[in-house]
């Protein structure tokens, strides 16, 4: 089994409410477990980015189905790499917010563009805002 991880971004179509935000979750959350699939999801300012991991040709298929869903627009895929460890292993899908007022993202990241920056860039910024945990739902894997 070859275990990849993918780092997308996408458009929001319509506002990022917690209604919506929650049900992509709820779900989300279910099915990667089934699936052995594991993540992050960074919501916020219009934008989605989201990191996935887990068996090769699972992951292409949830990402082929993410770019059909009407939710997302633009969806760009910015990583695909395989992988001997996954870094979210205990996460089913991982929540941080990006918020405008965020000191992350005004501070280190100003005028931050991921659909322009290089992706392993953006990989890294995910993992820093993962990393601060205040902003992290509790959406365990292990749950």
Known sequence: ?????????????GPQTTAVTDSILSVAQGANRQRGITGVLCQGQGLYLQVLEGERS?????YNRITQDRR????ELLVLEEISQRRYADWSMAHVI??????????????F?????AGQTVMKMVGEL???GNRIRNTSAKR
Request: aromatic share 6%; charged share 25%.
């Open 130 to 132: 993962f990393a601060t």
């Open 58 to 62: 699972v992951i292409n298929r949830l």
């Open 98 to 111: 990006l918020s405008e007022d965020d000191p992350m993202i005004q501070l280190r990241h100003p005028e």
């Open 72 to 75: 997302h627009q633009d969806v």
């Open 113 to 117: 563009d991921p659909y322009s920056a």
């Open 1 to 13: 089994m070859t275990l990849v991880r993918l780092l997308y971004v996408s458009r929001a179509v």
